[in-house]
């Protein structure tokens, strides 16, 4: 009888599936650089491209480090993502809207890396695999700083500017719910606007 695979072939099977993931966004990247307008957008996904490019390095030396060939195993879920963010790039959006989705996309990209690296770095250490979890960490950290860089541009800005496109002159629709001149409203909408039942 064939024996059971262990924690260990796990391990190395997340491995070469975050190897191919990787590979994934190396290709992906330049393409999130050309579509971004905002300087400083730009300017995070070439340095993440530059970081990723040392990431696939660094996971090449995890291997070495556990004595194993490196290896890709098609990820799946990194290629699902890319495919929506590949989607989104092909939109019409104004140069505002696609900075924010790009956002959006790529940081769909880090979360899913985080989770990723969050397990191996977890798994090598409760094996005792400690040169791979540090590796594995460094990388894990540049991802999380990636994602928070991320945060920041969003919220400096860029969904700012992309809402004031949206709702110029602070026109906001929902804002101003008592107002007479509002055209009248779907009668499934207004229902589902009014208070609730028991409030008069
Ligand atoms: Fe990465
Ligand atoms: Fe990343």
Redesign the pocket.
Known sequence: MAESKTLHDAFIDELRDTYSA?KQ?LKALPKMVKAASSPDLKAAFSN?LE??RE?VVRLEEVFASLNEKVRAKHCDGMAGIIEEGKSMMEEDFDETAMDASLIAG?QR??HY?MAAYGTLVAWARVMGHTQAADLLEQTLD??KA??EKLTTLAEGGINQDAASVAHPDGDNEDADEDDDDEPAKPVMKAAAKKKPAGRR
């Open positions: 990787e966004v993440h970081e990723t990431q790529a990209v880090e890396e540049e991802e990636a994602d």
